[in-house]
């Protein structure tokens, strides 16, 4: 059974930082491309990041692109997300997904596991 938890939400102040992490279990981590996407009170889940299977490719959304940083540690099956700079527009439930791919796609449809979210909330 593959399980994704995300972790290191919380509340911060609009230019503040924060770290998530996505730690994964079930399958062979370093094998698959993983994604970051977030979902803000009223809207569609949209892409945020998206790393391939050995961490030599990432593409990022234009909203964060210059901001956030995805990366990722296949001895660990860990994924994370460093997130600089954020505005209040980033606030949302932030999602690990894993790819069944090598390289990574920027629609949910690319993604096969999901995990639970973490929130993040930007005060402004």
């Known amino acids: 059974q593959v399980q994704l938890v995300e972790s290191g939400g919380g509340l911060v102040q609009a230019g503040g930082s924060l770290r998530l992490s996505c730690t994964t279990s079930?399958?062979?981590?370093?094998?698959?491309?993983m994604g970051w996407f977030r979902q803000a009170p009223g809207k569609e889940r949209e892409f945020v990041a998206t790393?391939?299977?050995?961490?030599?490719?990432?593409i990022y959304a234009d909203s964060v692109a210059g901001r956030f940083t995805i990366s990722r540690d296949n001895a660990k099956s860990t994924l994370y997300l460093q997130m600089n700079s954020l505005k209040f527009e980033d606030t949302g439930v932030y999602f690990c997904?894993?790819?069944?791919?090598?390289?990574?796609?920027?629609?949910?449809?690319?993604?096969?596991?999901w995990g639970q979210g973490t929130q993040v909330t930007v005060s402004s």
């Open positions: 079930g399958r062979t981590f370093g094998l698959y491309a």
């Open positions: 790393i391939s299977w050995s961490g030599a490719s990432t």
């Open positions: 997904a894993g790819s069944m791919l090598i390289i990574g796609e920027r629609t949910t449809d690319g993604y096969r596991y």
